[in-house]
T-cell receptor, first 114, second 112 residues
């Protein structure tokens, strides 16, 4: 069984640029959620994708967008980067959207915005 | 915004001692989960307790849930240096999707 993987591990961008982060879900999982974790804080929910559709969103502006592909892998896109976007971005996969199942997290992508 | 508070914010103990972390939340929940995070990397799922359960065990872990007080506790018995990490509780509320709301975490340091 393959776990959740994310790429890249680290990324440095400058303010105003755009970034794409990638996540491959665990085998057999059809739901991917994205979280942002600022330094010293707990993760905050960005959005969730189920069967290629966004089916839940946290308090993040529209410049945070995503995609899910037929193989259930996912991308997080952030446009017009701001300094406060510097954080660890985590994706989590699960089977179904009910929340009765555990969410399995990837190792994260550390984004630094200069 | 965070769902609730974790207490204490930091805990320092010796190997072999027990570690207790507490979590409070604000709204009704479907389940509550505990995660461990080492050095700012990915989260490792430890245990899930549903709203109709009061206590759950997994190895050296014991979790309790009191929905009337909107609180949970995580007990790690006979701690080891390898248990040094940040511990987060996360609640899953009544939405139709599986959004988890995390606390700010407890930093546990276990000294050999």
């Amino acid at each position: 069984e393959t776990g959740v993987t994310q790429s890249p591990t680290h990324l440095i961008k400058t303010r105003g640029q755009q970034v794409t982060l990638r996540c491959s879900s665990q085998s057999g999982h059809n739901t991917v959620s994205w979280y942002q974790q600022a330094l010293g804080q707990g993760p905050q929910f960005i959005f969730q994708y189920y069967r290629e559709e966004e089916n839940g969103r946290g308090n993040f502006p529209p410049r945070f967008s995503g995609l899910q592909f037929p193989n259930y892998s996912s991308e997080l896109n952030v446009n017009a980067l701001e300094l406060d976007d510097s954080a660890l971005y985590l994706c989590a996969s699960s089977s179904g959207t009910s929340g009765r199942d555990e969410q399995f997290f990837g190792p994260g992508t550390r984004l630094t915005v200069l | 915004s965070q769902q609730g508070e974790e207490d204490p914010q930091a805990l320092s103990i010796q190997e072999g001692e027990n570690a207790t972390m507490n979590c409070s939340y604000k709204t009704s929940i479907n389940n509550l989960q505990w995660y461990r995070q080492n050095s700012g990397r990915g989260l490792v799922h430890l245990i899930l307790i549903r709203s109709n359960e009061r206590e759950k065990h997994s190895g050296r872990l014991r979790v309790t849930l009191d929905t009337s007080k909107k609180s949970s506790s995580l007990l790690i018995t006979a701690s080891r240096a390898a248990d040094t990490a940040s511990y987060f509780c996360a609640t899953r509320g009544g939405t139709s999707y599986g959004k988890l709301t995390f606390g700010q975490g407890t930093i546990l340091t276990v000294h050999p």
